[in-house]
């Protein structure tokens, strides 16, 4: 169980071997990932819709680009936040004091570190003035009980550590290049990968 769990919170970065569209070049953050299965939501895939057009009252709060992000292909008409909590992170603050409660906001719900799921039925002001940055997805990605398992076994995904700024990154398009560039291993050289290995 404990090695089933670990990767929530963690990043899977598509090899180039894996076919899927829905996935080309992907970046999931895993939302949840146990034994009744995995979600999450892909970083790098941001739709022409503005936030502001679906979601009025938080768009102030999400950073450029502004526009809702396909989070994956499951549920693409349900909405949802990913919000990092600056400090939150840590056992204690700069100061030595430890969060309240230990949980975060009012609205905000830990998934890894400074990341979590922002309830966006709660008011926005709730949430104002402790969100560093806010991502509003449209739908997920979904896998069933060791569907993800399988799929890792197969090499369709590198398993990577998140950042929060991966969360919020200003320039999603190369997300995928920039996570795999900052790895200390031989998956750096995979950032150079040509779109079309034809052309190789």
């Known amino acids: 169980m404990s090695e089933v769990s670990s990767l929530t919170g963690r990043l899977l970065v598509a090899t180039p071997a894996l076919a899927d569209p829905n996935f080309d070049r992907a970046v999931v953050l895993l939302l949840d990932h146990d034994e009744e299965g995995s979600l999450g939501v892909i970083l790098n895939r941001p739709t022409p819709v503005g936030v502001g057009d679906i979601l009025e009252s938080w768009a102030a709060l999400t950073g450029e680009p502004g526009v809702v992000f396909q989070g994956g292909p499951v549920s693409l008409d349900s ?37 979590g799921l922002v309830d966006l039925e709660a008011p926005p002001e709730l949430l104002a003035a402790a969100l560093g940055s806010l991502r509003i997805f449209a739908g997920y990605a979904g896998w069933g009980p060791g569907q993800l398992e399988d799929e890792l076994v197969e090499g369709a995904w590198y398993v990577v550590e998140s950042e929060p700024g991966d969360v919020s990154s200003p320039d999603p398009t190369h997300l995928w290049r920039a996570v795999l560039r900052r790895q200390r291993n031989e998956l750096a050289m995979v950032a150079t990968y040509p779109d079309d290995p034809s052309l190789n």
């Open 79 to 115: 909405a949802l936040g990913v919000g990092v909590v600056p400090g939150e992170g840590h056992e204690k603050g700069a100061r030595g004091a430890t969060a309240p409660h230990g949980d975060g906001p009012l609205g905000w719900r830990r998934v890894h570190g400074a990341i």
